[in-house]
């Protein structure tokens, strides 16, 4: 059974963290585009650990959430709340840093704008791999799919839509969905670090939202989740 980090004492915590790992989940608050919710990847997040916790639940103990993380590539449209990555690296290694002796701890963030705070913070942590693609990538046409199946769709396109209409349909307004910036992210890797994401793509999305589905969904997802899965036994091993 999975434990609440909340609803335990110092001392069960004490003795239930010596076969268990402190899973943290990290939302994000930014934009995505004018058809997706503020709280997309947080939603993705959320589901993800769900699974975790379906199935490791037993090995963990799970920490509130931490509810806006870096978005500062986003702060330009409105609705976007950021920490920064330099906030969210000292706020991380600030709460966990400190006493990673004895607490083993996992971050988990589907928003692949916290790679770099992550890193910084030198904690154990899981984004998709696609978004690791994207950002870590030297060569930034790498596709940035892990999955394979199309071309850059960094933020809000096709998979993030796809995942949306497996997970929360209702927040979908699929009716003003539009493509953003389609091209080799190689092409506009400067202008998105001096002007974020809306000196590259007015609607605010990179990639193409056209043909997602909530199929499409439900198969990124359980990929996301297997390798979620993978991430937590190496890291609790
Ligand atoms: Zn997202």
Do not use: C
């Not at 058809?35 to 916790?53: K, M, N, Q, Y």
């Not at 920490?63 to 978005?71: L, N, R, W």
């Not at 080799?184 to 605010?204: A, F, K, R």
């Amino acid at each position: 059974m999975t434990v609440m980090l909340g609803d335990l004492t110092r001392l069960e915590f004490e003795a239930s963290i010596r076969d268990r790992l402190l899973v943290i989940p990290i939302g994000s608050v930014e934009q995505h585009g004018p058809h997706l919710p503020i709280g997309t990847d947080s939603f993705i997040t959320a589901a993800l650990v769900d699974e975790l916790v379906r199935l490791r639940g037993d090995r963990i103990i799970l920490a509130p959430p931490i509810p806006v993380s870096a978005s500062d590539e986003h702060a330009s449209f409105q609705g976007t709340l950021s920490l920064g990555t330099d906030l969210l690296s000292t706020l991380i290694k600030t709460m966990v840093g400190r006493d990673q002796q004895r607490t083993r701890t996992l971050l988990v963030s589907a928003h692949g704008g916290n790679l770099t705070a992550f890193l910084e913070a030198s904690q154990p942590f899981w984004i998709p791999r696609t978004h690791v693609l994207v950002e870590a990538a030297a060569n930034w046409e790498l596709p940035a799919d892990a999955l394979g199946l199309w071309e850059p769709d960094a933020h809000a396109g096709r998979t993030e839509t796809s995942i949306m209409l497996a997970l929360r349909p209702d927040l979908v307004r699929l009716s003003r969905a539009t493509s953003g910036y389609r091209g080799p992210l190689s092409q506009v890797g400067d202008l998105l670090m001096s002007s974020g994401i809306q000196g590259v793509s007015e609607s605010g999305v990179l990639g193409d939202p056209a043909g997602a589905n909530p199929q499409e969904g439900l198969a990124i997802l359980a990929a996301l989740a297997a390798d979620l899965i993978r991430t937590f036994d190496q890291v609790s091993a």
